[in-house]
C-alpha cells in the first residue's frame, strides 16, 4: 500500500489562506474501490474492548433488528496499531479515524445501499448525540431535526451556540469534535464482565451526501486552542437539514474505566486498616 503525506485542503478560498497555516501533514490512504471490504469488516471477535462495547449496547435493550455486527469494528490500539493510518479518505473526502472507539454495527438498508453506491460515493462523518437521540434516529430510520419528538415523548432541541429557529443536523469529520461534552454526554456502565464501572460516550457513525451539507468553524467557543489535531477549527463542524442525506452505519461507543472506582477502592483499603488498627487498639 502506497502512503502519501498531504496537506488538507477543502473549504472556501476566504477560508482556506487562515486554515493552512494549522494544517499539518496527514497521512492519506488512496479512494478505494473496494473500501466496504477494507473498512468495514476488519473486526476481531476476540477484542474484549469490543466485547465490553457490546455488553454495553446489549444493556441498552435496543431492538436487535438495528444492528448488524458486519459492520462492527474495533479501533482500540490492539485491533487498529498506532502505525495505520491517522485520516482516510472515503467518498474524496478525509475523516478522522476513531482511535479509542468501538464500531457496533448497524443495520443499513440495502436499497439505499445500491441506490446512492454510500460505501464509495458518499463521504464519512460523526454525529455526537445522546442514547435517547440516537435510539430515536434508528428506530425512526431517519435523523432528527430540532422541534422533532423523541421516542421517549421529548422534542429535540437546538444546542446553544447554533444558530436558533433554523434547524440543522450537525455532523463532524472528527470524533474529536463529535464527541465533545456538549454533543454528547457521559453514562454509567457496570460491567458484569469485568466488575468494573465506566464512563461512556456514543457517537454515530455516518456515511453523508457530499454535496449536501455546508462547512463552518467551530461553535463551542474554542478560541484558539485547537480541537482535532487534523482538522482545522474553521472546518471542524458540518450541518444539513437533509435528513435523506445520513445514514449511520456504526454504534461507535467509548469506555473509560471509573476514576471513582479506583478512589472507592483506595477507600475501602483504607477502612481496612483503619477497622484491623483499631481492633488491635481495643484488644
Ligand atoms: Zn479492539
Not at 471542524?236 to 476514576?259: D, F, N, P, W
Not at 483506595?266 to 488498627?277: A, D, H, N, P, V
Request: aromatic share 10%.
Amino acid at each position: 500500500m502506497i502512503i502519501l503525506i498531504v496537506f488538507v485542503d477543502q473549504g472556501s478560498e476566504s477560508d482556506s489562506k487562515a486554515s493552512r497555516q494549522d494544517d499539518v501533514p496527514m497521512q492519506k490512504i488512496p479512494k478505494n474501490k473496494s473500501s466496504k471490504q477494507s473498512e468495514l469488516t476488519q473486526s476481531n471477535p476476540k477484542c474484549s474492548y469490543m466485547r465490553l462495547a457490546k455488553e454495553f449496547v446489549g444493556s441498552l435493550g435496543w431492538n436487535d433488528a438495528l444492528f448488524d455486527p458486519s459492520y462492527d469494528k474495533c479501533h482500540c490500539l490492539k485491533c487498529y496499531p498506532a502505525d495505520y493510518p491517522n485520516v482516510i479518505e472515503a467518498g474524496n473526502a478525509e475523516y478522522v479515524v476513531p482511535r479509542g472507539w468501538a464500531r457496533v454495527g448497524l443495520h443499513v438498508d440495502s436499497a439505499l445501499i445500491a441506490q446512492h453506491d454510500i460505501w464509495n460515493e458518499w463521504i464519512v462523518t460523526f454525529h455526537g448525540t445522546s442514547l435517547i437521540a440516537a435510539e430515536s434516529i434508528l428506530a425512526h430510520r431517519q435523523f432528527c431535526l430540532p422541534g422533532d419528538k423523541l421516542i421517549d415523548g421529548t422534542i429535540l432541541g437546538i444546542r446553544e451556540g447554533h444558530i436558533p429557529n433554523k434547524k440543522h443536523i450537525y455532523t463532524s469529520p472528527t470524533i474529536a469534535y463529535s464527541s465533545l461534552p456538549v454533543y454528547c454526554p457521559t453514562y454509567e456502565h457496570s460491567s458484569a464482565k469485568t466488575n468494573l464501572t465506566y464512563d461512556v460516550q456514543i457517537v454515530l457513525q455516518c456515511r453523508q451526501r457530499p454535496d449536501a451539507f455546508e462547512i463552518q468553524r467551530e461553535t463551542v467557543g474554542a478560541g484558539k486552542q485547537r480541537l482535532c489535531r487534523f482538522i482545522p477549527n474553521n472546518r471542524v463542524e458540518y450541518y444539513t437539514e437533509i435528513r435523506a442525506s445520513l445514514i449511520a452505519y456504526g454504534l461507535l461507543v467509548k469506555l473509560e474505566e471509573c476514576e471513582h472506582d479506583s478512589v472507592s477502592f483506595s477507600r475501602y483499603i483504607l477502612f481496612l486498616f483503619c477497622r484491623m488498627y483499631n481492633n488491635k487498639l481495643y484488644k
